[in-house]
Structures are given as structure tokens and as C-alpha cells.
């Protein structure tokens, strides 16, 4: 077991109508004025935007908003939004969406409290010393961000997509009620539930020797998740499956599931950033696209530990050997990912990369070949390139 620090500073307030709670807990801030970050016209037209105002205005909050936010969120908004805050003197910023609004909340947040550009902190050539205070309201179960101290940004100048993490980003209260999550479309809430499976995935891989009450919680996670995939895809409006996915999602990437390892291998997640970066597509759609060629590549590394989620999370028996039961696992959550209509390859996200943009991906994922990815094995530029190249020809 791995030495570790845990730290979950975030409030949560969860359940039904807990959006009307959002005046108060802003005040609690004791800030004078608050930018209302969001995303496309889906907050607008389901009435929540309008709650979450007329929420603010009952609690005295001066505020203004800032709307635009895509999936793989821009810098160019984010610029917009530091500008911003700096003209109008906000001390705090609302972020009413999923991932991506609380994202790009985070690298506001960041740019307005240091000098000089804040694709710096993206590109690790500094560190942050403080980001503006960041408040949540979710409306998409997914990245986890909303108790997660990390931040992915697409930079539209050579299309880069970057993390950066840091606890000065963790937000101040993260407002979740699954009812918000019930409009969303088949794609998108299977889509977020990859996402959440991932974030303990690629902790749950890794080359060390692993607390077995971490182990247990993330396989029940994981096997949590796929059940009530499975039913929102029949049952949309079902809350408690709602609830359950909003909740996972928060535990799967607030540092429970990675307790006592040494981190997690995170390939997968690197290889998706450089695909979202260059085809725009969506972010749980393409780690279900690459997962099953990068598991196949690395398997032989740890095949106890691939052999051991195929038991415990994909139900499979026990096979001749250990690599037997490791592949059966793998088919197993591919057969997982089709039966809520993910995709198992590249092209199933209806893109065709050439092989000189697979040589571009696995460049920009080895930074230029400056760095290795993951841990179960060490990926250099041309194990990133046979993955990308397996996982476009898989099926």
C-alpha cells in the first residue's frame, strides 16, 4: 500500500430541487459579485438558468454570465471569461453545466488570480499560487469536476488539449440534483458514464500493491455504474438511477478510488485528450474507442490485475490462465460499451484518422516526444501510435 494524502474540501448538496439553494450558499462566500458561467442554450430552455437568477436575486448576489462553453472547452472563451472578470471585479464564478462549464470555470478562475497567460499552467511551465473561488451547479454526471481538483482545456492553436490540476481549483460547494441530468440524450448520459467507469479504471490499473477496501470500493463503483447504465438507457426519467450516476461520478474522480495506490496508469485518458483535441469528439465515447486496444497492449505487463477485474467487475469465470481471464474481461466490458451504444474502435466515433494524423496524435500525446504515458506499462510515442493504430482497425 501507498502512502497518500485525501483531501475533499468541496460541499455537496444533494437532491432534489437543491438548485434553490444556490443563493444562499453564494452568499456564505461572502462575495460581491458573481459570474454565472454556462454552457449551450439547453440551461436556458429547461428553465434552469432562470432558477439559478432568480435564486441570486432573492439572496441580494450581484451577478453577470458568460454563456458559450463546448464540449472540450476553449481557451479563446476562457480569455474572454479572465477579461471579464477583471473589468467587472468578480470574486466568484457560478459554474452551471457539466465538465466542461466547470472546467473552463477553473482555468478562468486560475487566469484571474495570477499574472501572465494561463495555457502556461496547461503546458507545466509554472504553477498556479491561487484561483478564484468556484461554486457548482451540475447538470451532466461525468467528469467529476465538481469534486475534482483537475481541469481539461482545448487550446484551438494547433488544437492541444491539456490538463492541469491543483486544489486551489477544488470548488466551494458543488449543488447536484439528478433531475437535471433526466433531459439528457442516450449518447451523452452513456457517454458520461464511461467517463465515470475511467476515472476509477485507470486508477484501479496500476504497478503496485493495492489496498484491498480501495480495490473493493471501485470494483462495486464500476459494477454500480454499468447496472444503471443499462437502465437509463431503457428508462431515462428513472431517478434513483440518476442519483446513483451523479454520485459515482463524484467519488470516481475525487481521489477515493485512488487511496493507497501509486496514482493509476492514466494512458487512456492522454490518448483521448490528443482525439478530442483534433476531432472534437466526446470525451467518454473516445476512451471507450481506445480502452480495449490500450488494455490489450499493456495487459502482459499485469495480467493478475487484469485477470482480477474481469472476476470481480465483469463476472466472468475463471479461464485456463490468467491472460484467458484477463481477455475475457476485456470482451466483456467491450460487449458492455455496445450494449449502451459506445463505441469499441475509432471508427465507430465515425472518424477515419490517415496514418499521418495518427503519427500527429501519438506526437502530441508524447509531447513532442518529451514523455512516456501510464504506469501498467510505459508508453513511448511508438507504443502510442500502435495503439492508435489498433484501436482505428479493432473490428
Known amino acids: 500500500m501507498e502512502n497518500f494524502n485525501y483531501y475533499t474540501p468541496t460541499e455537496v448538496v444533494f437532491g432534489r430541487g437543491t438548485e434553490k439553494q444556490v443563493g444562499e450558499l453564494v452568499k456564505a462566500q461572502k462575495c460581491s459579485k458573481v459570474l454565472v458561467h454556462y454552457g449551450s442554450g439547453s440551461v436556458k430552455k429547461s428553465g434552469l438558468l432562470d432558477r439559478v437568477f432568480r435564486s441570486l436575486d ?62 502556461d499552467f496547461y503546458e507545466k511551465k509554472r504553477q498556479a499560487s491561487g484561483c478564484l473561488s468556484i461554486g457548482v451547479v ?6 467529476g469536476s465538481e469534486m475534482s481538483d483537475s481541469s481539461v482545456i482545448t487550446n484551438e492553436k494547433g488544437w ?26 442516450k449518447y451523452q448520459t452513456a457517454s458520461g458514464c464511461v467517463d465515470i467507469m475511467m476515472h476509477t479504471m485507470e486508477r484501479y490499473f496500476n504497478q503496485c500493491d493495492n489496498m484491498e477496501l480501495t480495490d473493493g470500493i471501485s470494483e462495486h463503483l464500476i459494477r454500480t455504474v454499468m447496472k444503471n447504465a443499462k437502465i437509463l438507457m431503457e428508462e431515462p426519467y428513472n431517478y434513483d438511477a440518476r442519483a446513483e450516476v451523479m454520485w459515482a461520478g463524484s467519488l470516481s474522480h475525487n481521489g477515493l478510488t485512488g487511496c493507497g495506490t501509486d496514482g493509476g496508469d492514466w494512458a487512456c485518458h492522454q490518448l483521448e485528450h490528443e482525439l478530442g483535441g483534433m476531432f472534437d469528439v466526446a470525451h467518454g465515447a473516445g476512451l471507450a474507442a481506445v480502452w480495449g486496444s490500450w488494455a490489450r497492449y499493456v495487459m502482459d505487463a ?15 469465470a475463471d479461464g485456463a490462465d490468467e491472460t484467458e481471464t484477463a481477455l475475457k474481461g476485456i470482451e466483456a466490458m467491450e460487449a458492455f460499451y455496445r450494449a449502451v451504444e459506445m463505441p469499441v474502435c475509432i471508427k465507430d466515433l465515425g472518424i477515419e484518422p490517415t496514418v499521418e494524423q495518427l503519427r500527429e496524435l501519438a506526437e502530441k500525446c508524447s509531447h513532442l516526444r518529451k514523455r512516456t504515458v501510464g504506469c501498467v506499462k ?18
Open 58 to 119: 432573492e439572496a441580494g448576489i450581484s451577478y453577470l454570465s458568460l454563456g458559450g462553453v463546448v464540449p472540450n472547452p476553449r481557451l479563446s472563451l476562457v480569455y474572454e471569461g479572465i477579461s471579464l472578470c477583471k473589468s467587472e471585479d468578480v470574486d466568484f464564478i457560478l459554474a452551471v453545466g457539466g465538465g466542461s462549464v466547470i472546467d473552463s470555470a477553473k482555468a478562468i478562475g486560475y487566469g484571474v488570480s495570477n499574472e501572465g497567460d494561463v495555457w
Open 138 to 143: 451540475l447538470t451532466i454526471s461525468a467528469a
Open 160 to 185: 492541444l488539449k491539456r490538463g492541469y490540476s491543483s486544489n486551489y481549483a477544488r470548488a466551494k460547494f458543488a449543488v447536484m440534483n439528478p433531475e437535471l441530468t433526466m433531459t439528457l440524450p
Open 302 to 316: 499485469c495480467p493478475e490485475r487484469f485477470a482480477r477485474f474481469a472476476v470481480n467487475v465483469m463476472g466472468v
Open 378 to 395: 510505459k508508453l513511448d510515442v511508438d507504443d502510442m501510435y500502435q495503439i492508435y493504430k489498433n484501436a482505428l482497425e479493432f473490428g
